[in-house]
């Protein structure tokens, strides 16, 4: 871990979670911060380790991942720049929920839950930012059960596809085994529906990337569950 350049309020400001924040209150968590910087496949934490940080993507991409009962391990969410994780178990001081694992060269910046914790009782419209943050993932975790619970594959698959590309882009570095475990299904299952799709024009299939290239048929196909 190292010391952060002098330029982290700024970068912090144009982070989604800190945007609302006033400079003076950037300028006090920018003196928190830590960087840290992981490599390809590199475990930041696993299920069960203590929650003493928050972090923050400056760059690169973090798998949020669990084990399931028969021992395969199952993508939650996949986390890019400007992102931030850690938040409800630094918050209540409880074990890590899941694992976080880098996907790619990453580089983070980190605040220790003391600092944070100290610096919310003293900045109030801090502690109201992440009581906004922690509502919007309890929505988005909410949002996700209902979408295992209900949903066929079909639509699952594409809500998946269409959610990374505007976090991502059309061009979706993903492997089909993570986007299986992202969706509750099988490889198998998944790659029937790329196939189709792969044939109809829709998506492009690489090694570890898919490709969006006719996004509003996608979108069609999820809302009528053609192809499923």
Same mark, same amino acid.
């Given at each position: 871990m190292t010391t952060p350049s002098l330029d982290l309020g700024h970068l912090l400001a144009a982070n989604a979670f800190f945007a609302g924040l006033g400079p003076e209150a950037l300028s006090a968590i920018a003196a928190l911060?830590?960087?840290?910087?992981?490599d390809a496949g590199q475990t930041l934490f696993l299920k069960?380790?203590?929650a003493d940080a928050l972090y923050a993507i400056r760059r690169g991409q973090v798998r949020i991942a669990t084990d399931t009962v028969d021992g395969q391990r199952m993508t939650l969410n996949l986390l890019g720049a400007g992102d931030v994780?850690? @938040?409800?178990?630094?918050?209540?001081?409880?074990?890590? #929920?899941?694992?976080?694992?880098?996907? @790619?060269? #990453?580089d983070l910046f980190v605040v220790l839950r003391r600092d944070l914790l100290a610096l919310m009782a003293r900045e109030p419209s801090v502690a109201v930012q992440v009581i906004e943050?922690?509502?919007?993932?309890?929505?988005?975790?909410?949002?996700?059960? @209902?979408?295992?619970?209900?949903?066929?594959?079909?639509q699952r698959l594409v809500r998946r596809l269409l959610g990374l590309a #505007?976090?991502?882009?059309?061009?979706i570095e993903i492997s089909q085994e993570d986007l299986a475990m992202f969706v509750g299904a099988t490889r198998e299952s998944v790659n029937r529906?790329?196939?189709?799709?792969?044939?109809?024009?829709?998506?492009?299939i690489g090694r570890g990337r898919i490709t969006l290239l006719d996004t509003r048929r996608l979108a069609r196909i999820g809302i009528s569950n053609e192809g499923a």
């Open positions: 911060c830590i960087t840290r910087r992981l069960g380790d203590p994780f850690g @938040e409800v178990a630094l918050l209540d001081g409880q074990p890590r #929920t899941a694992a976080a694992i880098a996907s @790619e060269p #990453t943050l922690l509502c919007a993932r309890i929505r988005w975790m909410s949002n996700q059960a @209902e979408d295992a619970a209900f949903l066929p594959l079909v #505007t976090d991502y882009g059309n061009e529906h790329l196939q189709v799709w792969k044939r109809a024009g829709i998506v492009a």
